[in-house]
């Protein structure tokens, strides 16, 4: 596959897979919704890595890096289905734009990364005020719970941090075995969650739209994209990957207002424009700091 091709396709799932989230939810319970979808992925990843063969390390560090890939889909993806319940997909996008900067936060104190510039904490600083424009958005204007925007930041953080400790471990694996092993770690940990706090099934509750959106999450948003997103972090500098996290909310804010009838406030696009502008000063900002200041120091030389 063309790696253009792939990039649209990363852009395209990751701005649907929030209301696809939401929508997977209707006439099913959260928690029976994701525990579809994850054993859905894992049968069909289980039979790609069977026919191609794939070999799916067993060592400690292996199954190291699928502890730590786990923690991002099971505290990601539960508390994400859990908060949508009550918070519109496309403020679910949004905050998980977020993810770059609280991942940069998290490998300073974990992986002794260098710490922040003033650009970066500029980003930061920027990153919160639209969060908080955000909530307030959510809260005042919407009259909605906190609790739904408290499981969107838990689940960015467990997403964030997974991300982290996964650079941790040192190990050349081909994405579809971590996947897999990932994938074979959660899915009966969604399967406990689900028989415990609900236990049910009640298939005659389920809306065809619902079905439809667990079985285009688990082909689509946790395998194609996946595949696609290796794909271009193979081929295309990472500034260019980086795009997609200011590209996505966007997207997702405006297929949120137009398919499921999601109120976008004026707080909301502000908060929403703060904060893709903090991640263009996050991700991009020091490069750009640095080619100016070169330029005025060899002009005054």
């Known amino acids: 596959m063309p790696v253009q091709a792939s990039y649209i396709l990363v852009i395209i799932i990751w701005s649907t897979t929030p209301l696809g989230i939401v929508i997977s939810s209707a006439g099913m319970s959260p928690t029976l919704s994701v525990f579809l979808r994850m054993a859905i992925a894992l049968a069909l990843c289980c039979i790609i890595v069977l026919i191609g063969r794939y070999r799916v390390p067993v060592s400690r560090q292996a199954w190291a890096l699928y502890s730590y890939s786990s923690l991002g889909i099971f505290g990601g993806m539960l508390l994400s289905y859990l908060a949508a319940q009550t918070v519109p997909s496309g403020v679910i996008s949004l905050i998980f734009g977020l993810a770059p900067v609280l991942s940069g936060l998290l490998a300073q104190?974990?992986?002794?990364?260098?710490?922040?510039?003033?650009?970066?904490?500029?980003?930061?600083?920027?990153?919160?005020?639209?969060?908080?424009?955000?909530?307030?958005?959510?809260?005042?204007?919407?009259?909605?719970?906190?609790?739904?925007?408290?499981?969107?930041?838990?689940?960015?953080?467990?997403?964030?941090?997974?991300?982290?400790?996964?650079?941790?471990?040192?190990?050349?694996?081909?994405?579809?075995?971590?996947?897999?092993?990932?994938?074979?770690?959660?899915?009966?940990?969604?399967?406990?969650?689900?028989?415990?706090?609900?236990?049910?099934?009640?298939?005659?509750?389920?809306?065809?739209?619902?079905?439809?959106?667990?079985?285009?999450?688990?082909?689509?948003?946790?395998?194609?994209?996946?595949?696609?997103?290796?794909?271009?972090?193979?081929?295309?500098?990472?500034?260019?990957?980086?795009?997609?996290?200011?590209?996505?909310?966007?997207?997702?804010?405006?297929?949120?207002?137009?398919?499921?009838?999601?109120?976008?406030?004026?707080?909301?696009?502000?908060?929403?424009?703060?904060?893709?502008?903090?991640?263009a000063v996050f991700q991009f900002g020091e490069s750009g700091w640095t080619s100016l200041t070169n330029k005025l120091r060899r002009q005054l030389l």
């Open 109 to 279: 104190r974990l992986l002794r990364e260098a710490r922040f510039s003033i650009i970066k904490w500029f980003g930061l600083a920027l990153s919160l005020v639209g969060l908080y424009l955000v909530c307030m958005s959510q809260l005042n204007e919407l009259a909605l719970a906190p609790q739904g925007l408290i499981y969107v930041l838990g689940a960015v953080s467990c997403f964030s941090l997974s991300g982290v400790m996964i650079k941790r471990v040192q190990l050349a694996i081909h994405p579809l075995a971590s996947t897999f092993g990932a994938l074979l770690l959660v899915t009966p940990m969604f399967g406990l969650v689900w028989w415990f706090s609900d236990g049910q099934l009640n298939s005659q509750s389920w809306q065809v739209s619902a079905v439809l959106a667990t079985v285009y999450l688990s082909v689509f948003g946790s395998l194609v994209g996946f595949i696609a997103y290796f794909h271009v972090l193979q081929k295309l500098k990472a500034s260019t990957v980086a795009l997609t996290t200011l590209i996505t909310p966007g997207f997702a804010m405006l297929l949120g207002a137009w398919i499921n009838n999601e109120q976008i406030t004026l707080t909301l696009l502000v908060g929403a424009f703060v904060i893709m502008v903090s991640l």
